[in-house]
C-alpha cells in the first residue's frame, strides 16, 4: 500500500475538500500551499499529512481538546500585519465564528490512488511541518485568465473597430468641410442683422432719451416755481406771530385786571376769537406747506426717475453705439465663456418704451398738480391775511367801547365815594356824643350806689327797707337801663361807621380797580393794536 503526504485545504462552510498534490515517494516533501487571489477573505489552513512509519498507521484528525497544541501559527509573512495569514492574528475573521476540530471520517478526503478507499489513503493526523510563506507574486503568476480563443476574439475586435473608426472619420471631414461652410456664411448674416438692429435700437434710444430730458427741464422749472410759492407762504406764516403775539399779550394784560373788572367781556370774547382764527390760520399754512413738500417730494421724485431714466439712456446709448463700431478686426475683443448663458435682461421692447412714457406721464399729473398747489397756496395766503385784518378790528371796536363803559362806571364811582365819606364823618361825631352821655351818666351812678353802701352799716333793726332805699334802688335801676340804651345805640353807630368804613373801602377798591381796567385797556391794548403787525393783502404768487 502506497503512503501519500497530503496537505489538505478547509474552506468554511463548504463540503468539499480539494487535492493539490500527490507523491510516491516516502520521503516527505515540500508541499506548496493553496494561493487565493490578493483580496479575497483568507480562511484557508495549511497542514501536514501524516508521519509515515509511525506506531498507529490509522490516526485520525486530533480532537478538539489537542487541536491547539497540534497548530502553530506563521508570523513570517513578509506582508504588513494587517495581511498576514494566521491562526490567531486576523483582524477580519472573529475566532469566536472560525474554529479548527478534529474529525474522523468516514470515507478518504481524496481520491486519487487506485484504491480509494484504502486506509493508508486518509488523514489520520496532523503533522507540525512548517510551511514557509510564498510572496504574493509568486502565486498570481500560478493562474491563467486568458485561452487561445479570447486571444483571436481580441484581435478580430480590433480590426472590425479599426475600419469602423476610419469609415466615421472620413465621413466627418466631409461634414466637416460642408459646415464650415455653412457656419461662415450664417455667422456674417447674424453679425450683419445684429447690427443693423443695433442701428435702430439706438434710433429708439435718441428718441426717448429726448422726450425724457424735455420733461425734466420742465420738472425743474415747476419745481423752483413751487419752491418760491412754499417760501412766500412760509414767510407769511411766519409773519402770523406777531399779531397773534399781540392778541395773546392783550389776554395777558387784561388777566391781571382785578376783582370784578375780570370778566368775560365782548373784547375778551373777541381777543379769543382773534387767536382762534390766527391759529386756524396757521394750521392751515402748515397743513399747505406740508402738502406743498410732499408735492415737492413727488415732483424730486420724478424728476430723479426722469433723470435716471435719461442717465440710463445715454449709458446705454455710449454701450450700444461701441457696439455697433465693434468689427472682427476691432481691438478689445475677447473670448467670454458662458456669457450667453447669463441672462440680466429686466424688460422687452414693449415694457422698456412704456417705462419711459409711464415716467413721462407721472411727470405731466405731477407738474399739473404743482400748479394747482401753487394756486391753492395763493388762496390760503389771501383768505387768512383777510379774515385776520377783519378779525383785527373787531377787536379794536369791542375794546374802545368796553374803555367807555369803564370809564362811566368809574365816575359813578367817584360821586357815590364822596357821600360816603360825608356820611363817616357825621357819624363819627354821633359816636361821640354817645359816648360823652354814657360818660356823663357815670357820677349820678356811683352816687347811688355809694348810698346804698353806706346805708347797708346802719346796726340792727336800723337796716330798715324804708322808702328812700326802695328810690335809691330804682334810682340804680334808671341809671343802668338808661346807659344800656346808650351803649347799645353807641355799639349801632359804631357798627354803621364800620358798614360806612367798608362801604368806603369797597368803593376806594373798585375806583382802583376801574382804573387798572382803563389803564390796561387804553394804554397797554389799544397801544400795541395801533396798527396791523402783517400785510393785509398777499400779492399774487
Given at each position: ?140 503568476a500560478l493562474y491563467t485568465r486568458y485561452t487561445p480563443n479570447d486571444w483571436m476574439t481580441s484581435n478580430q475586435g480590433n480590426y472590425l473597430a479599426s475600419d469602423r473608426v476610419r469609415s ?199 407738474r399739473a398738480a404743482s400748479k394747482q398747489m401753487r394756486n391753492e397756496i395763493e388762496s390760503v395766503l389771501n383768505s387768512c391775511a ?156
Amino acid at each position: 500500500m502506497e503512503n501519500n503526504l497530503l496537505t489538505a485545504f478547509f474552506v468554511p462552510n463548504s463540503t468539499f475538500t480539494r487535492q493539490l498534490y500527490r507523491y510516491k515517494d516516502e520521503v516527505p516533501l515540500y508541499i506548496p500551499p493553496k494561493m487565493e487571489y490578493l483580496g479575497h477573505t483568507q480562511t484557508a489552513t495549511y497542514m501536514t499529512g501524516p508521519r509515515l512509519g509511525g506506531s498507529n498507521p490509522q490516526t485520525f484528525l486530533p480532537s478538539i481538546s489537542t487541536m491547539q497544541s497540534s497548530y502553530k501559527s506563521y508570523d513570517t509573512y513578509p506582508a504588513p500585519s494587517p495581511l498576514r495569514r494566521s491562526l490567531t492574528t486576523l483582524p477580519w475573521r472573529p475566532s469566536t465564528y472560525y474554529q479548527t476540530a478534529r474529525v474522523n471520517p468516514s470515507s478518504a478526503l481524496t481520491r486519487s490512488v487506485p484504491e480509494p478507499f484504502s486506509a493508508k489513503n486518509q488523514l489520520s493526523d496532523l503533522d507540525n511541518v512548517k510551511v514557509p510563506p510564498v510572496f504574493a507574486a509568486a502565486r498570481n503568476a500560478l493562474y491563467t485568465r486568458y485561452t487561445p480563443n479570447d486571444w483571436m476574439t481580441s484581435n478580430q475586435g480590433n480590426y472590425l473597430a479599426s475600419d469602423r473608426v476610419r469609415s466615421l472619420a472620413e465621413r466627418l471631414r466631409l461634414d466637416t468641410v460642408r459646415l464650415c461652410r455653412e457656419t461662415d456664411d450664417k455667422t456674417k448674416r447674424t453679425q450683419s442683422d445684429v447690427g443693423k438692429r443695433l442701428g435702430e435700437r439706438l434710433g429708439d434710444i435718441q428718441f426717448w432719451k429726448t422726450e425724457v430730458q424735455h420733461e425734466t427741464d420742465n420738472m425743474i422749472t415747476e419745481i423752483n416755481a413751487l419752491q418760491e410759492a412754499k417760501r412766500v407762504l412760509e414767510k407769511s406764516l411766519a409773519e402770523t406771530e406777531n399779531p397773534l403775539h399781540i392778541s395773546q399779550e392783550c389776554l395777558y394784560h387784561r388777566e391781571k385786571r382785578q376783582a370784578i373788572d375780570l370778566v368775560h367781556d365782548n373784547p375778551e370774547r373777541e381777543l379769543i376769537k382773534e387767536v382762534d382764527i390766527i391759529k386756524r390760520c396757521q394750521e392751515k399754512m402748515r397743513n399747505t406747506i406740508e402738502r406743498a413738500n410732499v408735492q415737492l417730494g413727488l415732483n424730486r421724485a420724478a424728476q430723479h426717475d426722469l433723470e435716471r431714466d435719461s442717465s440710463d439712456k445715454f449709458n446705454a446709448q455710449n454701450l450700444d453705439e461701441q457696439c455697433f463700431g465693434m468689427r472682427n478686426q476691432s481691438r478689445g475683443i475677447a473670448f467670454h465663456n458662458g456669457v450667453q448663458r447669463i441672462d440680466r435682461t429686466v424688460s422687452v421692447p414693449e415694457s422698456w418704451a412704456k417705462f419711459s412714457n409711464d415716467n413721462i406721464q407721472r411727470s405731466q399729473s405731477e407738474r399739473a398738480a404743482s400748479k394747482q398747489m401753487r394756486n391753492e397756496i395763493e388762496s390760503v395766503l389771501n383768505s387768512c391775511a383777510n379774515e385776520m385784518w377783519q378779525e383785527w378790528n373787531s377787536v379794536n371796536v369791542a375794546l374802545n367801547q368796553r374803555i367807555q363803559e369803564t370809564t362811566d362806571a368809574r365816575n359813578r364811582l367817584q360821586t357815590h365815594l364822596s357821600k360816603v365819606l360825608q356820611e363817616i364823618f357825621d357819624m363819627e361825631k354821633n359816636i361821640e356824643l354817645l359816648k360823652k352821655a354814657i360818660q356823663d351818666k357815670q357820677a349820678p351812678m356811683q352816687v347811688a350806689q355809694t348810698r346804698l353802701d353806706t346805708r347797708i352799716r346802719r346796726p340792727n333793726v336800723e337796716l330798715c327797707r324804708d322808702p328812700v332805699q326802695h328810690r335809691l334802688v330804682e334810682e340804680v335801676g334808671e341809671i343802668s337801663e338808661t346807659v344800656e340804651s346808650l351803649q347799645a345805640k353807641l355799639r349801632m353807630a359804631e357798627n354803621s361807621l364800620q358798614e360806612l368804613l367798608r362801604t368806603k373801602a369797597s368803593l376806594e377798591q373798585d375806583l382802583s380797580i376801574k382804573n387798572n381796567s382803563l389803564f390796561i385797556d387804553r394804554e397797554k391794548c389799544l397801544g400795541m393794536r395801533k396798527t396791523f403787525p402783517m400785510s393785509p393783502r398777499v400779492v399774487s404768487v
